[in-house]
């Protein structure tokens, strides 16, 4: 079963970037669809984008021109590259696969400040 641990989140502007990572354990991550999900106080968990096994990606309308998510099988990550950060990005994201798995990691904190 793959277990997630996600990391690269933290306090920015407006207008700013981050870029997150998610190392995942198991030996079949290389055939899963992996996506990066967002939940922000008081919502549901969102799907932010997702990228399949051989690399093609689609991304939720809020994250589109902005967010890149990228994955390196060799080391089982997961990337997610945000720019041109907005307040309205603050969540608490998560990696897992696509569907999302019982087990979900940490996920990583996300503060985008005005």
């Known amino acids: 079963q793959v277990q997630f641990v996600e990391s690269g989140g933290g306090l920015v502007q407006a207008g700013g970037s981050l870029r997150l990572s998610c190392a995942a354990s198991?030996?079949?991550?290389?055939?899963?669809?992996m996506a990066w999900y967002r939940q922000a106080p008081g919502k549901q968990r969102d799907v932010v984008a997702f990228?399949?096994?051989?690399?093609?990606?689609n991304y939720a309308d809020s994250a589109k021109g902005r967010f890149t998510i990228s994955r390196d099988n060799a080391k089982n990550t997961v990337f997610l590259q945000m720019n041109s950060l907005k307040p309205e990005d603050t969540a608490v994201y998560y990696c897992?696969?696509?569907?999302?798995?019982?087990?979900w990691g940490q996920g990583t904190q996300v503060t985008v400040s005005s």
């Open positions: 990228v399949t096994s051989g690399g093609r990606t």
């Open positions: 198991g030996s079949t991550f290389s055939r899963k669809v």
């Open positions: 897992n696969t696509v569907p999302g798995g019982i087990i």
